[in-house]
């Protein structure tokens, strides 16, 4: 790329560093340390504004680089993420988000430990908790590696991990000091712009075009060198029953994942009443949906102008997709318009990414220090100690994410997030639901269903095409895959609730009637709630 687009880009990247570091040690000036501030933002956001945060959380790297990119790349078999994606929040609504927030405190562990006994399931939803978070951080420092990539010129693999290591950096610091009130702003204003960013490209397409959706389509099927074929499914999931298999494992994983992931359920906790989380939901809802109609138009914009060869050149999984479509829309390489979107467009990915990685380390260094380190060493840790506790976590957390991101530096960023919510989907969600609605869940029950669907999902990953045995696995040179499929979710989800029913029918504690006639009481009405 151009000097120009160098120089503007960092630009943008770094007056939206400047905003959010603001945010950051404005908000730590007046925090109290409290457990509740750092964990929860005090409870005092609205809907809206939770709302915004939720959607600001949920809309990530995946859906603004790496969706785009496989409907550019794929056509209509990209579009199951973005149905996915957008159905899961069903789930979350009618299933999830008030009962969640009547029921717990913090995290998701809360809720599950209200009824069981505490120690041994604090343990194994705080090590699922932490997992889930950290295959989802893996996949935005790909997605960040990708825009300095792009920025920068592919052979400068340097410059992709110092700006791994630099995203790193900085949500530890967003965390450590800001928490869950600096973390929320972050989100908010990362929506906001990511939004404003995103309607600006689709009018563009739409105005190239002259508002002929028909014209569209049919440029980018002509131009994806797939004919029809591009415009229904197939081209990705159909050419064996694996590959069919492979879809209906994916849908499975994006549908039910969403229920499950740690720093989504963590933001149900800074509204003040279960009302105002159910009224969040709807709020989000609204902007993510808005958000994905107009992706499906970037995807399908990107192949017909830029066309799939040139987004393969640039990067093999389709990362670039949208960037390289703001730099056509604006003029082209050399031209000032194109200079200009190419950068803003730029920095609002990496907007997007600081944003989303701020919201996953809070919601997994908050697992590490209040489910696993109070259960562990402290179980009557004082608040202070524990919030000290998570910034420590933050780090480490920090670290772990960066050599993974890499690692898989040369993945779609879509499809890792779609293996962080089958495992979300296999160990969380069975959990949750049972602990909810079945009045005879066992302690036993509860870990088992955990580790029941979290070691499968993560052992059929391994022996998956995704880790060896294939020309874009993580391992190429090396070939121990035995398990056919790319998702795990069609196999591990049944597991996870195959074991939580298996450990309660086989175990001789007796379900507390009282406690699950308390919860359900407090689930369903929010008397009790925190």
Not at 239 to 247: E, H, K, N
Not at 500 to 526: I, K, M, P, Q
Request: aromatic share 10%; net charge positive; hydrophobic share 55%.
């Amino acid at each position: 790329m151009t000097d120009r687009h160098q120089t503007l880009a960092l630009l943008l990247f770094s007056a939206f560093v400047a905003v959010t570091l603001g945010i950051t040690t404005w908000v730590s000036r007046r925090r109290h340390g409290s457990a509740e501030e750092f964990y929860a933002g005090g409870r005092l956001f609205s809907p809206m504004e939770n709302g915004f945060a939720i959607a600001g959380d949920y809309m990530s790297a995946a859906s603004f680089l790496g969706v785009t990119g496989l409907i550019a790349l794929f056509g209509y078999d990209g579009l199951l993420y973005v149905v996915g994606f957008l159905v899961a929040w069903l789930v979350v609504l009618f299933l999830v988000a008030e009962l969640v927030r009547n029921c717990g405190r913090f995290t998701l562990a809360d809720v599950i430990a209200a009824r069981m006994g505490e120690r041994p399931v604090r343990i194994a939803v705080g090590t699922s908790s932490v997992t889930v978070s950290v295959l989802y951080l893996v996949a935005q420092m790909v997605g960040a590696g990708s825009l300095v990539a792009l920025l920068l010129g592919r052979t400068s693999e340097a410059a992709q991990a110092w700006t791994v290591i630099g995203v790193g950096a900085l949500m530890v610091i967003y965390v450590s000091l800001g928490g869950m009130r600096a973390t929320t702003w972050i989100q908010i204003v990362k929506a906001v712009l990511l939004l404003s960013g995103t309607v600006v490209l689709t009018v563009l397409v739409l105005l190239r075009f002259h508002g002929d959706i028909d014209r569209l389509l049919l440029t980018a099927a002509e131009r994806s060198g797939h004919g029809k074929a591009f415009l229904v499914p197939g081209l990705r999931y159909g050419g064996s029953w694996s590959a069919r298999l492979d879809f209906i494992s994916l849908g499975l994983a994006l549908v039910l994942g969403t229920a499950g992931l740690p720093h989504i359920l963590s933001r149900f906790y800074t509204v003040p009443t279960a009302r105002a989380a159910r009224r969040s939901v709807v709020w989000s809802i609204g902007l993510i949906g808005g958000f994905y109609l107009m992706a499906i138009v970037l995807g399908f914009g990107a192949a017909a102008l830029v066309g799939p060869d040139a987004v393969r050149a640039s990067n093999e999984s389709g990362n670039t997709a949208v960037p390289l479509l703001a730099l056509d829309l604006g003029g082209g390489v050399g031209s000032t318009g194109g200079a200009v979107l190419f950068a803003v467009v730029a920095a609002v990915a990496f907007a997007t990414i600081l944003a989303v990685v701020a919201g996953i380390t809070l919601a997994s260094s908050a697992s590490v220090a209040h489910d696993l380190y109070a259960s562990l060493r402290r179980p009557h840790a004082r608040q202070r100690s524990e919030v000290g506790v998570a910034r420590t976590a933050a780090v480490g957390i920090g670290v772990v994410a960066i050599a993974l991101g890499l690692l898989a530096r040369d993945m779609n960023v879509a499809f890792l997030v779609g293996l962080a919510f089958a495992v979300a989907a296999s160990a969380n969600l069975p959990v949750l639901l049972y602990s909810l609605f079945w009045r005879n869940f066992t302690t036993r029950g509860a870990v088992w269903a955990v580790y029941g669907g979290l070691v499968p999902a993560l052992g059929l990953v391994v022996l998956s095409p995704v880790v060896s045995g294939s020309p874009g696995a993580l391992f190429p040179g090396v070939d121990f895959q035995y398990f056919p499929l790319q998702n795990p979710g069609i196999v591990s989800v049944p597991l996870g609730f195959l074991a939580g029913w298996l450990g309660t029918v086989t175990s001789d504690e007796v379900a507390d009637e009282a406690r699950h006639a308390e919860t359900e009481v407090r689930s369903l009405t929010g008397a009790g709630a925190v």
